[in-house]
Nanobody, 127 residues
C-alpha cells in the first residue's frame, strides 16, 4: 500500500516559488501515476497536475499551466511540484495522491480516481 508523505509547503509572497515533494514509500505496490491536488478553504478539492511513473506523461490544470511543473524521480520514488509565479489564489492545502489505474480523456484531470492520499501540506501565498 502506498504511503505518501508531502513536504515543502510554506508561506511565500506573490510571484515567489516553492517546490513540493512527495515520497511514495509504497511504490513497489504498483501505482501507475501520481497527482497533485489542492483544496482551499470553502472550496472543493481540485486537480492540479498528474504524471505517469512510466514515460512521464504529464497533465496540468489550466490555472497552473506554464507556472507549475510536475516531475518524478523513479529511483527515489518521489514526485515533485515546482511552483513558480505563485498567486494568492494558489493558497491551499496541497495533497499528493497515487492512482493504481491508467486514465483517459477527462479522467486524467479528475480528483476521485486516486486510491491513496498523503496528509497534505499547506501553501500560503501572500499578496
Amino acid at each position: 500500500q502506498a504511503q505518501l508523505v508531502e513536504s515543502g509547503g510554506g508561506l511565500v509572497q506573490a510571484g515567489g516559488s516553492l517546490r513540493l515533494s512527495c515520497l511514495d514509500s509504497g511504490r513497489t505496490f504498483g501505482s501507475h501515476a501520481m497527482g497533485w491536488l489542492r483544496q482551499a478553504p470553502g472550496n472543493e478539492r481540485e486537480f492540479v497536475a498528474r504524471i505517469r511513473w512510466s514515460g512521464g506523461m504529464t497533465y496540468y490544470a489550466d490555472s497552473v499551466k506554464g507556472r507549475f511543473t510536475i516531475s518524478r524521480d523513479n529511483a527515489k520514488n518521489t514526485v515533485y511540484l515546482q511552483m513558480n509565479s505563485l498567486k494568492p489564489e494558489d493558497t491551499a492545502v496541497y495533497y499528493c495522491a497515487a492512482d493504481r489505474d491508467y486514465c483517459s480523456g477527462d479522467g486524467c484531470y479528475g480528483v476521485v480516481q486516486y486510491d491513496y492520499w498523503g496528509q497534505g501540506t499547506q501553501v500560503t501565498v501572500s499578496s
